[in-house]
């Protein structure tokens, strides 16, 4: 079993056993990713990048990931295929001889 499997099926395990299944529509689910990435911006608020709490980081960020899981097990999507692809399609908005070193939006390359 891959990593990535193995993560899905721990979470989904989580949320069955406590009978949380019939909460996570994808709209709800798509909510909770944002509420979480918003914990996890929180944690930088009024503080420079490098005085964040790295283990409240990863607590938010594994909200995220979690709840990512969860819309992708919900939709039927794979993980990875997905992830490969919008990395194969901003490799191409994102040409190396024109993004290498540039912060600029694909659009202002
Ligand atoms: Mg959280």
Do not use: C, T
């Amino acid at each position: 079993m891959s990593d990535l499997e193995e993560l899905k099926q721990a979470i989904n395990l989580f949320a069955k056993e406590r009978d949380w299944e019939q909460f996570h529509n994808a709209k709800d689910l798509a909510l909770a990713i944002s509420i979480e990435a918003s914990e996890l911006n929180q944690l930088f608020l009024w503080k420079s990048a490098e005085d964040v709490n790295i283990q409240k980081l990863k607590e938010e960020l594994a909200d995220v990931i979690n709840y990512s899981l969860l819309l992708a097990s919900k939709l039927e999507l794979d993980v990875k295929e997905i992830v490969l692809e919008k990395i194969k399609k901003n490799a191409e908005k994102y040409p190396i001889d024109k993004a290498k070193g540039s912060a600029k939006k694909y659009n202002e390359l």
